[in-house]
């Protein structure tokens, strides 16, 4: 299931207020896509399409997919959206597909929080990939220990959004029994409503990751550092031989 920031409805339309356009950890994985000279692609967890959009506007075949629909009824409604083809899902189910390029951007991968769950989708992603085509995704170091910021003082938000008035939001840490770390957000809108979200998230080690895409049938090409979080970041480009 969804966080409710991404598969409540009144979450799911404010999320691009608070997250803006995300050009800078969005620009290197279009730059990737330029490397490779990939003309399909994939988005795994495409949210409310920032990423999708943006690779069809340059010209990409593009297929969004996420587990929550009121993210996709978000991207649907934008300009441009019907240049991509938006499935309501996961990669253990998807159409017939041969792309040169997958995607798993915002740190997708630490919501599987199995390895079960996790080998499953590199294994969908896999059989979407044409022979020679590349998955690229980023995952946490966990040894930066990202969720010790991630507080009330951190990350208090307040924004006036369109169509919503103001709206302040934060994150509280709930639980963190490593690998695994549980937060809630909490939304407070100018009607008095107040909407929270909670998640957990698995913080891969490299190895885990490593591991994983042998076992899935993937060569690992390279591992990056992420341009706008250096140094706290992996960017794996793994391969389908």
């Not at 969804?2 to 290197?28: K, M, N, Q, S, W």
């Not at 040169?100 to 740190?107: K, S, V």
């Not at 992420?226 to 031989?241: C, N, Q, S, T």
Request: hydrophobic fraction near 40%; include cysteine; aromatic fraction near 10%.
């Amino acid at each position: 299931m969804a966080d409710a920031v991404f598969g409540e409805p009144r979450l799911a339309a404010i999320y691009d207020a608070f997250e803006g356009e995300r050009r800078v950890d969005l620009d290197h994985y279009l730059a990737i896509a330029d490397e490779f000279g990939a003309r399909s692609l994939l988005d795994v967890g495409c949210g409310t399409g920032i990423l999708a959009r943006r690779a069809a506007e340059q010209g990409m075949e593009v297929t969004g997919v996420d587990p929550a629909g009121a993210s996709l009824e978000v991207a649907r409604a934008k300009p441009g959206a019907e240049k991509v083809r938006w499935l309501h899902g996961d990669a253990t189910g998807l159409p017939k597909l041969q792309v040169d390029l997958a995607t798993m951007t915002a740190n997708v991968a630490h919501v599987f929080l199995t390895g079960e769950d996790w080998a499953a989708t590199l294994r969908g992603v896999h059989a979407a990939l044409r022979p020679g085509g590349q998955l690229v995704f980023e995952v946490r170091d966990p040894a930066r220990r990202a969720w010790e910021r991630w507080t009330r003082e951190n990350t208090y938000q307040s924004l006036d959004v369109p169509g919503s008035g103001r709206v302040e939001t934060w994150w509280d840490l709930t639980e963190v029994n490593v690998p695994l770390v549980s937060y809630r957000r909490t939304y407070v809108f100018a009607d008095g409503a107040t909407v929270t979200s909670d998640s957990t998230r698995r913080f891969w080690t490299r190895a885990e990751i490593e591991d994983s895409l042998r076992a899935a049938g993937y060569a690992l090409d390279e591992v990056r550092g992420a341009p706008d979080r250096p140094g706290r970041e992996w960017v794996f480009i793994a391969r389908k031989p």
